[in-house]
């Protein structure tokens, strides 16, 4: 939704609250201690009660505000920024926007936002044609890493390695257009990976992508169990100058993917840059969902239990 829309639904905290609490009735409240679904509303506490055993929750908790402090219109307006840009949008920046004193919590609501997305997207697998491949990322030196001689190409520590998939169908019974693509693109998923070796990547497939899904690849030897693992694999050995024609759309994603980050973000930590990919894949796969991403991640957050773990120096 645009701004304007957003002001006048939202104008202050009782209504993102009573808002908050819509969302929880409809997709329902399990108690963590016995875990009925049944319960009253304690309208006097603004806790709910479970019927069973009569243990009480408030509305944030077991939700993605679990155990945080900020107020309702904070989580609001930061869901609101994030589904209404295209690409995304600063902690700092939000911070200023609120005018909220301490940078911190403004960065952490950001991430477990993030996390919330990543979960989602982790319910469902890729299927039919999907184009794998890895990607790049620049990130910053690990402490422990930071007194060594740096390293030159794809292993230097100021690289952190991505596992890049894009669920993609060949266009068939119709011209492409001049720069247009020979597949369309569906889904994507990105994960940071320790390294490239093909056990790690195999648990990633088995994870990821249906067992009767094929999958197009260059012939690198970390892929060497694919076959095994899905109902076809399609090894190539690509020209660099062929890669955007063989497997377009995966390397479209690790390019805007980068562009994003470069124009948002500064200096990145490796145990982070996780965060970031699930934004950009949870916007990317509901493209076309406009005004109703909010509402889609409203659910998301609702149904997400804050888990997220972070360090601030």
């Known amino acids: 939704m645009n701004l304007l829309n957003f002001s006048t639904l939202f104008p202050d905290e009782a209504s993102c609250k009573a808002k908050w609490k ?50 309702f219109r904070y989580w609001f307006v930061a869901i609101h920024l994030l589904t209404s840009t295209k690409k ?27 996390q919330a997305m990543g979960a989602r997207d982790a319910r469902y ?15 910053e030196t690990p402490d422990e890493e930071k007194d060594k001689p740096l390293k030159r190409g794809h292993g230097s520590q100021k690289k952190s390695k991505v596992l890049v998939m894009a669920e993609s169908i060949p266009v068939e019974n119709s011209p492409i257009p001049k720069g247009g693509k020979p597949r369309k693109v569906r889904h994507i998923k990105m994960f940071v990976i320790e390294d490239l070796k093909s056990a790690t990547i195999d648990a990633k497939v088995i994870e990821t992508i249906n067992s009767q899904s094929i999958i197009d690849s260059d012939n690198s030897t970390s892929y060497t169990n694919f076959k095994t693992l899905v109902s076809a694999h399609h090894p190539q050995v690509i020209p660099k ?18 562009r994003m980050l470069l124009d948002i ?7 982070y840059l996780q965060s970031y990919l699930n934004e950009f894949c949870y916007k990317f796969n509901r493209r076309y969902f406009g005004e109703n991403l909010f509402d889609r991640l409203m659910i998301a957050a609702v149904t997400h239990k804050n888990q997220f773990r972070y360090n601030i120096e």
Request: neutral net charge.
């Open 125 to 139: 697998q890729l299927r039919e044609v999907v184009e794998l491949d890895e990607g790049f990322f620049s990130t």
């Open 88 to 114: 995304s949008f600063s902690a700092s920046e939000l911070q200023r926007q609120l005018g909220h004193s301490t940078y911190n919590p403004i960065w952490a609501m950001l991430h477990k936002l993030r």
């Open 22 to 71: 819509e969302y929880r009735d409809k997709q329902g409240v399990i108690c963590p201690r016995c875990h009925s679904e049944f319960h009253y509303w304690k309208k006097d506490k603004e806790n709910y009660e479970c019927k069973e055993c009569g243990y009480r929750q408030s509305l944030k908790a077991n939700t993605v505000m679990h155990g945080s402090q900020l107020p």
């Open 265 to 271: 973000f500064h200096d990145i930590k490796p145990e």
């Open 241 to 258: 100058n062929e890669v955007g024609k063989l497997l377009p759309w995966v390397h479209i994603a690790i390019s805007n993917a980068k």
